[in-house]
């Protein structure tokens, strides 16, 4: 007795009484096969799909058993075509990989070099390129006044970086020398913050605001006053100022920066005291600022 357990436009599977599986032909690759020709072509190409795609997802035949949850022994059958999977293996493959039995029966999926997975990849790799809008310095003042308008954004010149996805970047093009060592000319490349409360102190931002435009800055949330924001420079030379948080327009923390290569600078004894006076102003200013 045989009980039909799937049926497509090409096979239909029915399953033995002994549990095995037994492909059967419809008309349409009547002239190709037999029925027995087709289970064994179709059970041959399982086990090198099953093969193919363990290796494309990098899994040793443990891994692989395992997310299967068979024993590994029957991988290796599987894949040197001793043994017959079993239909609710081939069942699991199918959804793992958004593949149709017939695919997974009939097709050689390693036998192209643009197969259905390779098609399939690429296309997963297209939607995934984070697209990243960038605002040179030219453009400053157009994006304080624009920076909501679709349009506009859409307007801003683009590119893609292999290392980020999943998140909204932007990045901004700098001048001065407020953040040094950061060379004026680079370009912060920022993830865009929806909340001030997720800034963590001491982060690196891009802050647009109302009052003082596009800067590059780190962010100080003060503990008692919510509803102020200190932005410290890394170059000691300039003091650290507050904003109102209700004149910020946007913030982006910085995830990547991207500048040319520069000389090493030089310091002398006069830069260097200079420096050391800096930072203490700065000090006792925040600390000030936090009681």
């Avoid at 990849?121 to 995934?128: D, F, S, Y």
Wanted: proline share 4%; charged share 25%.
């Amino acid at each position: 007795m045989r009980k039909i357990v799937y049926r497509s436009g090409s096979i239909i599977i029915c399953l033995r009484n002994n549990g095995t599986l037994i492909l059967k032909k419809d008309f349409s690759i009547a002239k190709l096969f037999s029925n027995i020709a087709l289970n064994t072509f179709a059970m041959s190409v399982a086990g090198k799909n099953l093969k193919y795609l363990r290796k494309q997802k990098g899994w040793t035949q443990e891994e692989c058993a395992v997310k299967l949850g068979i024993k590994r022994s029957l991988i290796g059958a599987y894949e040197e075509e001793r043994a017959e999977p079993r239909l609710d293996v081939l069942e699991q493959l199918s959804e793992m990989f958004s593949l149709s039995l017939d695919e997974l029966l009939l097709k050689d999926l390693a036998d192209s070099s643009e197969n259905y997975l390779a098609k399939r990849r690429r296309l997963k790799q297209g939607a995934e390129r984070q697209v990243i809008q960038f605002v040179p310095v030219k453009a400053a003042a157009g994006y304080l006044a624009g920076y909501e308008d679709p349009d506009f954004v859409d307007e801003l010149n683009t590119f893609t970086l292999p290392m980020l996805s999943g998140g909204h970047f932007r990045a901004f093009e700098i001048i001065g020398d407020s953040m040094l060592p950061t060379p004026s000319g680079s370009v912060i490349v920022g993830e865009k913050v929806e909340k001030l409360d997720f800034i963590k102190n001491g982060e690196p931002c891009i802050v647009v605001s109302r009052t003082d435009g596009i800067v590059y800055k780190r962010v100080q949330r003060a503990n008692r006053n919510k509803a102020m924001l200190t932005l410290v420079s890394d170059n000691p030379s300039y003091p650290p100022y507050s904003v109102k948080a209700e004149d910020i327009a946007e913030v982006w923390q910085a995830k990547m920066i991207i500048s040319k290569p520069v000389e090493r600078p030089v310091w002398d004894v006069n830069q260097l005291a200079n420096v050391v006076n800096s930072l203490q102003q700065q000090v006792s200013t925040m600390q000030k600022q936090a009681r």
